[in-house]
């Protein structure tokens, strides 16, 4: 079966703790991202992959970084800069970048102890 | 005006009823624009795209008003599973990224 799949499900992280989301997709879309969403509000963009070996800011990206080696996985790194790490995280692709619907994965709840 | 702006709701509707939903959008030069639906602490999943002045699958219609910048989305018979949280969704930053609406709750009662 073709799609996304993140993990872990639910992670945690203590105080000044670097933690690594996993997204990997095997459906030879070119276009990765990664999402925040806080409860009751929007779906916020922390970074976006175009193409392998290439990624930019989205409108949230501080206390972030990502990576993109390989075509089918773009992992993403909290970092003990993000202060306020507590969301669900969402990763999403699409075929190409420009105006494409996106498909998500899962998702994976980051709480701090 | 906001990016992409919808009313939260909630909008509680019998079952059997029609419901719709409005939402307005900024970037006159987006082309495409999407209805997601999310269920509670789920993942969105796509409902419809829309390209032209509108689109029809099955009880949803989503029409857009490109003079007025608003996308609608109509829900007819709706059906208690049609209960979620619908997200509008529009292309901006040249296309290159998707802008999500903070979504419109729809409880669907008996």
């Known amino acids: 079966d073709g799609g996304i799949t993140q993990s872990p499900k639910y992670l945690f992280r203590k105080e000044g703790q670097n933690v690594t989301l996993s997204c990997e997709q095997n459906?030879?879309?070119?276009?990765m991202y990664w999402y925040r969403q806080d409860p009751g509000q929007g779906l916020r963009l922390i970074y976006y992959?175009?193409?392998?070996?290439?990624?930019q800011k989205g409108d949230i990206a501080e206390g972030y970084s990502v990576s993109r080696e390989k075509k089918e996985s773009f992992p993403l790194t909290v970092t003990s800069a993000q202060k306020n790490p507590t969301a669900f995280y969402l990763c999403?692709?699409?075929?190409?970048?420009?105006?494409?619907?996106?498909?998500f994965g899962p998702g994976t709840r980051l709480l701090v102890l | 005006r906001k990016e992409v702006e919808q009313d939260p709701g909630p909008f509680n509707v019998p079952e059997g009823a029609t419901v719709a939903f409005n939402c307005t959008y900024s970037?006159?030069?987006?082309?495409?624009f999407f209805w997601y639906r999310q269920d509670c602490r789920k993942e969105p999943k796509l409902l419809m795209s829309?390209?032209?002045s509108g689109n029809e699958d099955g009880r949803f219609t989503a029409q857009l008003n490109r003079a007025s910048q608003y996308i609608s989305l109509l829900i007819r018979d709706s059906k208690l599973s049609d209960s979620a949280t619908y997200l509008c969704?529009?292309?901006?930053?040249?296309?290159?990224?998707?802008?999500f609406g903070t979504g419109t709750q729809l409880k669907v009662e008996l």
């Open positions: 999403a692709s699409s075929i190409a970048a420009v105006e494409e619907t996106q498909y």
């Open positions: 459906l030879n879309h070119d276009a």
């Open positions: 992959s175009q193409i392998v070996n290439d990624f």
């Open positions: 970037n006159s030069a987006s082309q495409s």
């Open positions: 829309v390209y032209s």
């Open positions: 969704v529009v292309p901006t930053g040249g296309g290159n990224k998707l802008t």
